[in-house]
């Protein structure tokens, strides 16, 4: 659980920027050493791939 939560900010630190980190980078950074494994759990916790979380953060600090 702590790793997710630690992936979700990281997501949403990169989110809109024009560096972020891949995915994969973010899993490595959450101690996942398998990216696969990592999109498993963590759409089982969020109900959303890292991609599409990364996505709506994105598009919620975005000026509209």
Known sequence: ?????????????GAG????PSITEIA????????AYFNRVFKSFTAKTPKAFRQQA???????
């Open 1 to 13: 659980r702590l790793r997710i939560q630690r992936a979700c900010e990281l997501l949403r630190d």
């Open 17 to 20: 920027s024009t560096r972020s």
């Open 28 to 35: 490595h950074q959450s101690g996942f050493s398998d990216s």
């Open 58 to 64: 994105a598009s919620r600090d975005s000026p509209s």
